[in-house]
């Protein structure tokens, strides 16, 4: 029996997209044809992959308003914020071929004999595991270094936003790609364990920590195939001193954008047990009644938009209701929007101070407060989770700053910046259970590619007289 694929509007139940899902037949013969159109494209000469990697950064270009508009009916999310991540899509091109040629090009050294050369080889097929947060972006920001070291992408959207994925398929033809070098299929969990245990080469996933902790241990036994993984966070973020409105600001924004669906989104903060801090308090609740909240294309643009579906909604009402269980203080409830579908909530915030909340990332509008005495404590809170993707620091002293910089354990630490602030042309990854020592972004070369080191001459000749001097003295 085929298994539907269908995608919903979660600002108004209307569906986007619906399709069948691959099969476990189906998943194989896809791999298979991308390992059959893998010589053709490694071989070809890296400027030439480069030319198609430019040309469909200019379809993406002319698809701009098009494209933005599919990822915000299917993710919910704004039509600036739409708009704003198919421009980095189109930035991701230029900043991947410089990150290509900086950590994976080709390098000489003169030798006595001849030269030392560095080159890098593709795995082969790799398989791309999309997420629903940011369907276009964060798939492509693997999907263009695989392209340009050489490989064959299998990409697998997520089940929840299928049409951006197949809205990225037909610009990377439109724009010219060979055949069997970019497949996409679509399904939901069963699709995907297909497409890890088919005959693949590397699998770069962008999702949940337990997913993550899923494909280690069923590739554990298959070395060869490179796996980069790039998961969530319980992200602390510390307002310690400066203006409270801009703190307020900064607080704001690292735990409420895209809905609170971001890996890198704010969950702790991290405050001050006295009066600075519950005017800081006061100030990040004030200011969080006056988020506009919205569907995709209401006039004025809202801040922020639903969660991804009705059923996320509801289970992150269930996990923001155990925190109150277990003695949270509700600053403000994750409440219902009047008049929207349940997928539309309020942001959220609760006070966990002196309480042992569960170390998990709840993708949702919501910040866990927590009241500390002094600035070692600060440290202690916002190290004190197994995670390790993204922190933040609102301070303006120096001291502070550097200390934070040394002792805090995350990919991503920024100051008097919101935590979800990351640029392209740097590494996107982190620690523990958010990662795997593989960050994306600008370092997405590493992965992308194998090094090959080699000695060479252009003849055999010395070797002979070489060894004969060793052997008779």
């Known amino acids: 029996m085929t298994t539907a694929v269908r995608s919903l509007d979660p600002a108004t139940g209307e569906t986007v997209w619906e399709g069948a899902a691959a099969s476990r037949e189906e998943v194989s013969a896809a791999v298979a044809r991308s390992r059959a159109g893998l010589p053709g494209w490694a071989g070809l000469p890296l400027e030439s992959r480069i030319a198609h990697v430019r040309a469909f950064q200019r379809v993406l270009e002319a698809s701009k308003q098009s494209l933005a508009e599919t990822i915000a009916r299917e993710t919910g999310k704004p039509r600036w914020e739409g708009l704003a991540e198919v421009s980095s899509m189109i930035g991701k091109v230029e900043i991947s071929i410089a990150a290509q040629a900086e950590r994976a090009g080709e390098k000489r050294s003169a030798m006595p004999f001849g030269a030392a050369v560095l080159r890098h080889r593709p795995h082969g097929v790799m398989a791309v595991l999309g997420p629903y947060n940011f369907p276009g972006h964060l798939p492509n920001g693997h999907i263009v270094p695989a392209l340009l070291a050489g490989n064959a992408v299998v990409f697998k959207p997520s089940e929840l936003t299928p049409a951006v994925g197949e809205a990225m398929a037909l610009l990377w033809k439109e724009a010219g790609l060979p055949p069997n070098v970019f497949t996409v299929i679509q399904g939901g969990r069963d699709t995907g364990a297909a497409l890890v245990e088919a005959d693949i080469d590397g699998l770069l996933f962008t999702g949940s920590a337990a997913a993550g902790a899923h494909f280690r241990h069923v590739l554990a036994d298959r070395p060869h195939v490179i796996a980069a993984l790039e998961l969530g966070g319980n992200n602390p973020l510390i307002l310690w001193d400066g203006d409270g409105a801009e703190a307020a ?22 405050v001050p047990d006295d009066a600075r801090g519950m005017t800081m308090i006061d100030a990040i609740a004030a200011l969080a009644d006056r988020v506009r909240i919205g569907a995709w294309n209401d006039e004025p643009a809202p801040f922020m938009g639903p969660l991804i579906s009705d059923a996320a909604a509801e289970a992150a009402r269930k996990r923001f209701g155990h925190l109150a269980d277990m003695g949270g203080r ?44 002094n600035f070692d404590a600060a440290i202690t809170a916002a190290n004190d989770t197994r995670y390790g993707l993204s922190a933040g620091l609102v301070t303006e002293d120096d001291r502070l700053w550097q200390r934070f910089l040394l002792e805090s354990r995350a990919g991503v630490v920024n100051r008097n910046r919101p935590t979800t602030g990351a640029a392209g042309s740097m590494p996107f990854g982190g620690l523990g259970e958010s990662g795997n020592h593989h960050p994306s972004a600008y370092y997405a070369a590493d992965y992308c590619a194998y090094p090959v080191a080699s000695f060479e001459a252009a ?14 003295s």
């Open 459 to 472: 003849s055999a000749d010395g070797n002979a007289q070489s060894i004969s001097a060793m052997l008779t």
């Open 249 to 270: 600001s900064i607080a704001v924004q690292s735990g409420f954008i895209t809905t609170g669906q971001r890996c890198s989104c704010a969950r702790r903060l991290i």
């Open 330 to 373: 509700v600053i403000r409830s994750l409440l219902p929007v009047a008049g929207r579908p349940p997928a539309f909530v309020a942001p959220a915030m609760i006070d966990m101070t002196g309480i042992d909340a569960p170390d998990e990332e709840i993708f949702a509008p919501i910040l866990q407060v927590i009241r500390v005495p």
